[in-house]
């Protein structure tokens, strides 16, 4: 499996950016996909995630109808356009195959791509 983000970068609070997740060696299709991320010394932490049609989304708390997941499955491609961006969202974002319900998702497996950064600057 590989699953390789981009579309990270610095923005200021109150900002946007649109994450890319390219996904190879698994049946995207198959999955439901999720986007994690992760600050340093603390657990990976789960952002939101996507049923395998794209018509079932579901989202942590904290992102409060910000972020909008969504997915391409003739590309095997996920995407997370966030917006109004806050300095506490500063993290490495990762995706990857999803299992849960509701707002408890976790990682499929243990593959993980090498994530983006983002940075939002106060």
């Known amino acids: 499996v590989q699953l390789v983000e981009s579309g990270g970068g610095l923005v200021q609070a109150g900002g946007s950016l649109r994450l890319s997740c390219a996904a190879s060696?698994?049946?995207?299709?198959?999955?439901?996909m999720g986007w994690f991320r992760q600050v340093p010394g603390k657990e990976r932490e789960f952002v939101a995630a996507?049923?395998?049609?794209?018509?079932?989304?579901y989202y942590a708390d904290f992102v409060e109808g910000r972020f909008t997941i969504s997915r391409d499955n003739a590309k095997n491609t996920l995407y997370l356009q966030m917006n109004s961006l806050k300095p506490e969202d500063t993290a490495v974002y990762y995706c990857?195959?999803?299992?849960?319900?509701?707002?408890?998702?976790?990682?499929?497996?243990?593959?993980w791509g090498q994530g983006t950064q983002v940075t939002v600057s106060s």
């Open positions: 990857n195959a999803a299992v849960g319900v509701a707002t408890v998702w976790g990682p499929h497996s243990d593959d």
């Open positions: 060696g698994l049946t995207f299709s198959g999955h439901a």
């Open positions: 996507i049923s395998v049609s794209g018509a079932m989304t």
